[in-house]
Nanobody, 119 residues
Framework: QVQLVESGGGLVQTGGSLRLSCTVS????????MGWFRQAPGKEREFVAC????????YYADFAKGRFTISRDDAKNTVYLQMNTLKPEDTAVYYC????????????WGQGTQVTVSA
């Protein structure tokens, strides 16, 4: 059983930075993908970024490119999302998710962490 626990959310001013963490417990396969998603009030959940556990390949949504960086620490079983130059439209609940393989739905989800960017 894989469990994901996010932390690091909070309130920040426009232009500020936050680093989210996702600690993974349970077995992580080398072919796993770990991702970050977000959901703003009244909107659907959207993809932010993901990373392959085996070799650290990363993929980003267009809005995240150049501002957000996803990374992982194998020793700590933790995935990070460094968010810079934050904007009010980045306000959302951010979720960590995991799946085994490059395709298919994400099977494992964290409880989410709130990020609020004030104008």
């Amino acid at each position: 059983q894989v469990q994901l626990v996010e932390s690091g959310g909070g309130l920040v001013q426009t232009g500020g930075s936050l680093r989210l963490s996702c600690t993974v417990s349970g077995r992580i396969f080398s072919y796993s993908y770990m991702g970050w998603f977000r959901q703003a009030p009244g909107k659907e959940r959207e993809f932010v970024a993901c990373i392959t556990w085996s070799d650290g390949r990363t993929y980003y949504a267009d809005f995240a490119k150049g501002r957000f960086t996803i990374s992982r620490d194998d020793a700590k079983n933790t995935v990070y999302l460094q968010m810079n130059t934050l904007k009010p439209e980045d306000t959302a609940v951010y979720y960590c998710a995991g799946r085994n393989g490059a395709v298919g739905p994400y099977a494992y989800w964290g409880q989410g962490t709130q990020v609020t960017v004030s104008a």
